[in-house]
């Protein structure tokens, strides 16, 4: 069982970028997919979660409209999509798994995670 997160780099204020996590060893159907962030200093944030079972998303109030989530089951992979992004979104981020709905606990397996970066 492993999650491969990747899609982080370097990228301007204002920019965009898409993280993916890719699921090996057990499909996402019946799982909750979660992408939470952790930058230098700072306590582990739950940024955005999708729930393969019915579709329903979650995301903090500091990513709402800014970041979207998505799932390609046929792909195995679920997507965040990071617009406008600003020097606070900074940090390293993690895709996460979990049965059943989304929360903020109770994930089984994390990914390694990835370096996002925003600065001029």
């Known amino acids: 069982v492993q999650l491969q997160a990747s899609g982080g780099g370097l990228v301007q204020p204002g920019g965009s970028l898409r993280l993916s996590c890719a699921a090996s060893?057990?499909?996402?159907?019946?799982?909750?997919i979660g992408w939470f962030r952790q930058a230098p200093g700072k306590e582990r944030e739950g940024v955005s979660c999708?729930?393969?079972?019915?579709?329903?998303?979650y995301y903090a109030d500091s990513v709402k409209g800014q970041f979207t989530i998505s799932s390609d089951n046929a792909k195995n992979t679920v997507y965040l999509q990071m617009n406008s992004l600003k020097p606070e979104d900074a940090a390293v981020y993690y895709c996460?798994?979990?049965?059943?709905?989304?929360?903020?606990?109770?994930?089984?397996?994390w990914g390694q995670g990835t370096q996002v970066t925003v600065s001029s």
């Open positions: 996460a798994a979990r049965l059943g709905y989304c929360s903020l606990y109770g994930y089984d397996y």
């Open positions: 060893g057990f499909t996402l159907d019946y799982y909750a």
């Open positions: 999708i729930s393969s079972s019915d579709g329903s998303t």
